[in-house]
């Protein structure tokens, strides 16, 4: 397996790290002694000089696995160096147009993030920054757009394994909620909505509104009240003020959807 990884050969690259993806999930204790040597391998797939997009998403997952597997802090750290690899190889996959290859490695970051967010301590700040980014896009698909929110969001419900890691970004969680009630502006005026039967009562709702709904509700229940409130009151009277309709409507939506996470202050 060692000798397919270092080859020339691309095919045997991308199937030694699915291999090694395999092994890391379900006997990842057995590979622990090899740690330097792993290291030395997910480096060198990872980086530019693997020109094939299959086998650094491969070397991703073979990653991802891996750290997860170690029961060491000290045993983590030592795989830190990966990190701006692995946010590289979702950022070229975008720049070069390949949507699904970036949302197959957003997946794997959203794992890594709720598994091991304290793996992304150290380099939080350019994360997060990186995600929102992609989050505010409005060039790239709905679907990679929500697994960057989606990523974000696990790691602020990660609060038992990283406590208070998300609350001290302050300015990313205006941010994110920004992204998110634009979102909620993502809403038609239906005629069948103002019929008011329940089978109507989602007409005029898109995807988009959907996921903003329901990232805000897992948002302020993560942060709680102390830190959504200040937030969505800065946010709110522009909204609140706007002529338009739908920004009165996504205030008033939003409110409600803060509700239950803000409800002890």
């Not at 897992?218 to 409130?229: A, D, F, M």
Request: glycine residues 4%.
């Amino acid at each position: 397996m060692f000798q397919c990884v270092t080859s020339d050969n691309p095919k045997l690259q991308e199937s030694a790290l699915l291999i090694f993806a395999q092994l890391a999930h379900y006997i990842g204790e057995t590979l622990v002694p090899h740690l330097t040597t792993l290291h030395e391998v997910f480096f060198r797939c990872l980086s530019t000089s693997a020109k094939s997009a299959d086998v650094r998403i491969a070397a991703l997952g073979a990653s991802v696995n891996f750290i997860q597997c170690l029961t060491s802090a000290a045993e983590r750290d030592r795989f830190q160096d990966l990190l701006p690899l692995m946010m590289q190889t979702l950022t070229e996959a975008l720049n070069c147009g390949q949507e699904a290859t970036a949302q197959e490695a957003l997946e794997l970051l959203i794992e890594l993030a709720g598994t091991e967010p304290r793996f992304l301590r150290r380099q939080l700040v350019d994360v997060v920054g990186s995600m929102l980014q992609i989050a505010e896009a409005e060039s790239l698909e709905e679907g990679t757009r929500h697994l960057a929110i989606e990523f974000v969001i696990t790691l602020a419900e990660a609060r038992e394994r990283a406590p208070g890691m998300m609350r001290k970004l302050t300015q990313f969680i205006q941010r994110l909620f920004a992204i998110l009630m634009n979102m909620l502006l993502d809403i038609e005026d239906e005629p069948e909505w103002h019929a008011a039967d329940t089978e109507n009562e989602d007409a005029g709702e898109t995807s988009n509104y959907g996921f903003g709904q329901e990232c805000l509700d897992r948002l302020s229940i993560s942060l709680g009240g102390n830190t959504i409130v200040p937030v969505a009151s800065e946010v709110f009277p522009a909204f609140l003020a706007a002529p338009e309709w739908k920004n009165h409507h996504a205030a008033h939506i939003a409110l409600a959807q803060i509700a239950e996470g803000c409800s002890k202050i």
